[in-house]
């Protein structure tokens, strides 16, 4: 079994075809779903999503490319429902800091960063890191909290050997998630992968945005994570069985799946 540790599997993208999916999911091995929310909107998705014999555990939290003039609001609302059910989420996610297109907000995006760790480390809950342009900003702001039992992941982890490197050596209780990106042929993520312990390594799709080579260009599927799992045993030399066991064995620990049914 494999898990898929972060999908947009509400995404509307998937409405028409969503058992579909679901079952093809299944036939790759995929065992499970984890679900990162974005905003106030997408929560209201998350709970409105389809029965399923896949089992299927959301976060919550807000995106930093969704906070803008009104992100106190939304954490808020965001809040409550956290608040209100805090064993049905198993991370704070997705949150962090994106200076790619904007910086605007970049400011609030701090301020949002620093609310949403304060819930982490309230309700004993990891976090799940969107970084984009801004791993030096995130390492100045998470050297704050070095002697707390913060935890979490860096999803779609694309950093540098040596921001890599800061990560294991400053923030021990963090993952990487892997996915599609590792197929891509000008990424240098394998040359990064290969100085990582796998029992450091995550699996994650990102459905339904960065599928991998050979399905770039169309919709991303969590039944296309096999294809992350042949990259990570060339980075490895070990088989696609240990990776899974291992990824599967990591995600576990980090976002307590045993308190879900898993």
């Given amino acids: ?51 399923s014999s896949l089992p299927m555990v959301p976060m919550i939290g807000l995106h930093p490319c969704s906070v803008k003039i009104n992100h106190l609001e939304e954490l808020d609302a965001l809040y409550s429902l956290l608040k209100s059910s805090p064993s049905a989420f198993c991370a704070i996610g997705e949150i962090g ?29 990891p976090i ?10 995130v390492f100045v702001e998470l050297a704050k909290y ?54 450091k390594i995550l699996l994650e799709t990102d459905a339904p945005y960065l599928p991998p080579v050979p399905h770039r260009g169309r919709r991303n599927e969590p039944s296309f994570l096999s294809y992350v799992v042949d990259h990570l045993v060339d980075c490895y030399h070990v088989g696609p069985d240990e990776i899974g066991l291992q990824t599967t064995h990591n995600a ?4 307590q799946l045993k308190n879900h049914g898993l």
């Fill in 252 to 255: 576990h620990k980090l976002f």
């Fill in 97 to 125: 800091l994106d200076l790619y297109w904007d910086t605007t907000f970049q400011t609030q995006q701090v301020d949002a960063l620093h609310k949403q760790i304060s819930w982490a480390l309230a309700f004993d809950l």
């Fill in 146 to 199: 070095e002697k707390t039992a913060l935890r979490g992941a860096f999803h779609c982890f694309t950093g540098t050997v040596a921001q890599a490197e800061h990560i294991l050596e400053n923030l021990p209780g963090f993952l990487f998630g892997i996915g599609g990106v590792i197929s891509y042929k000008n990424s240098d993520l394998k040359s990064v992968i290969k100085t990582l312990p796998l029992e």
């Fill in 128 to 137: 799940v890191f969107h970084i984009r342009n801004a791993f030096d900003e």
């Fill in 1 to 51: 079994m494999i898990i898929d540790t972060h999908c947009h599997i509400y995404d509307t993208v998937f409405s028409e075809d969503f058992s579909d999916v679901i079952q093809r999911a299944k036939d790759a091995g995929v065992g499970a779903l984890l679900l990162p929310n974005i905003d106030l909107a997408s929560s209201e998705l998350l709970f409105q999503m389809p029965t």
